[in-house]
């Protein structure tokens, strides 16, 4: 790796041991054995390098949400029933959730700072419509390549309002998150106008 790399890796590993406003300069520079110089000239700035390292953790993030339906749904599940299908995705995103909290944490720290740094907004602004085309097409299981740009808008917006929500949650009541067939419970008495507990 070079020093490019290095720096955002240096970031990364920053931005989930003492988050994203507590990161200097020289934390990066420490973590990632690059110089200090070397941020202005690969990144322009210790607050670009910063965002970088928030979108390419959720990038990564993301990718090993891509893996979670080939293990966690069989063939019957995923072309059965979706709240079926909707409720295994889920358990396996709580899971990582759960026992993965200095980036939820990191995650949530950033919501926190949107309204008040320009620069952070747009550069996770930019990449949030592939984020919630990526959303899509793991719970329905199909490539991305066949979402198409309103289900990526819509659907996608929805699973990002969920898993925001949920992220949020796992940090002020971890003992009492909803399980995923919770989830599809809710969404089925949402949709359909089912009680809870009745058939």
């Keep these: 790796m070079g020093h490019r790399e290095d720096l955002l890796e240096g970031a990364k ?3 989930l041991e003492k988050g994203y406003a507590r990161t200097t300069a020289r934390d990066i520079v420490a973590a ?3 110089n200090l110089a070397s941020i202005g000239y690969h990144y322009g700035s210790k607050d670009a390098l910063m965002r970088q390292a928030v979108i ?3 990038e990564e993030w993301g990718m090993g949400m891509a893996e979670v339906p080939a293990g966690s749904t069989d063939d019957a599940t995923a072309a059965g029933d979706p709240l079926e299908r909707f409720a295994a995705v889920w358990d396996k995103v709580l899971q990582r ?3 993965e909290r200095e980036f939820i944490a990191a995650q949530v720290e950033v919501l926190g700072l949107l309204p008040r740094d320009e620069g952070l907004r747009e550069a996770i602004g930019a990449v ?3 984020g919630g085309e990526g959303l ?3 719970f329905e299981g199909v490539p991305d390549t066949e979402v198409d740009a309103e289900s990526a808008r819509v659907v996608g917006s929805f699973y990002q309002a969920l898993l925001t929500g949920l992220m949020v949650q796992s940090l002020i009541r971890p ?3 909803p399980s995923g067939q919770d989830l599809a419970s809710a969404l089925r ?3 359909a106008g089912e009680v809870l507990g009745q058939k």
């Design 13 to 15: 590993r920053c931005l």
């Design 32 to 34: 990632s054995g690059a």
């Design 56 to 58: 390419a953790s959720a």
């Design 97 to 99: 959730i759960a026992t």
């Design 128 to 130: 949030l419509p592939e």
């Design 136 to 138: 899509v097409a793991i």
């Design 175 to 177: 003992d009492a998150m």
């Design 189 to 191: 008495r949402v949709s």
